[in-house]
Nanobody, 124 residues
Framework: QVQLVESGGGVVQAGGSQRLSCTAS????????MGWFRQAPGKEREFVAV????????HYAPSVKGRFTVSRDNAKKMVYLQMNRLKPEDTGVYYC?????????????????WGQGTRVTVSS
C-alpha cells in the first residue's frame, strides 16, 4: 500500500506561481508512475500530469502544457507540480496519484493510490 499526502495549496493571483508537493509513504515508489489530477468546482476530475518511475516519460494535459512542470525525487518519495502563469480556470482540488501501470496509461486510467487533495484557488 502507498499513502499519499499533498501540500502546497492555497490562494494565488492569476499569473502567479504555486508549487505542490506530494509525499508518499509505505512501499517503495520507484516502480510507480506518479502524477496529478484536479477537480474544479462542479466539474469532473481531470488528468493534469504524470511522470514515470524513471522520470523519462512525462505527459501533460493540453491545458497545462508549457505552464506546469511535474518532477519527482524517488529517494525522498516525493513528486512535485510546479505551476506557473496560473489562470482562474486552474482553480480546483489537486490530487496526487500513483499507479503500478505505465505512465502512458495514467491519463485515462484510475490510478491505484490517491491522496486527499489540496485546494488551489487562483483569483482574477
Amino acid at each position: 500500500q502507498v499513502q499519499l499526502v499533498e501540500s502546497g495549496g492555497g490562494v494565488v493571483q492569476a499569473g502567479g506561481s504555486q508549487r505542490l508537493s506530494c509525499t508518499a509513504s509505505g512501499r517503495t515508489v520507484e516502480d510507480l508512475a506518479m502524477g496529478w489530477f484536479r477537480q474544479a468546482p462542479g466539474k469532473e476530475r481531470e488528468f493534469v500530469a504524470v511522470i514515470s518511475w524513471s522520470g523519462v516519460n512525462i505527459h501533460y494535459a493540453p491545458s497545462v502544457k508549457g505552464r506546469f512542470t511535474v518532477s519527482r525525487d524517488n529517494a525522498k518519495k516525493m513528486v512535485y507540480l510546479q505551476m506557473n502563469r496560473l489562470k482562474p480556470e486552474d482553480t480546483g482540488v489537486y490530487y496526487c496519484a500513483a499507479d503500478d501501470g505505465p505512465a502512458g496509461h495514467f491519463p485515462t486510467s484510475t490510478p491505484d493510490y490517491w491522496g486527499q487533495g489540496t485546494r488551489v484557488t487562483v483569483s482574477s
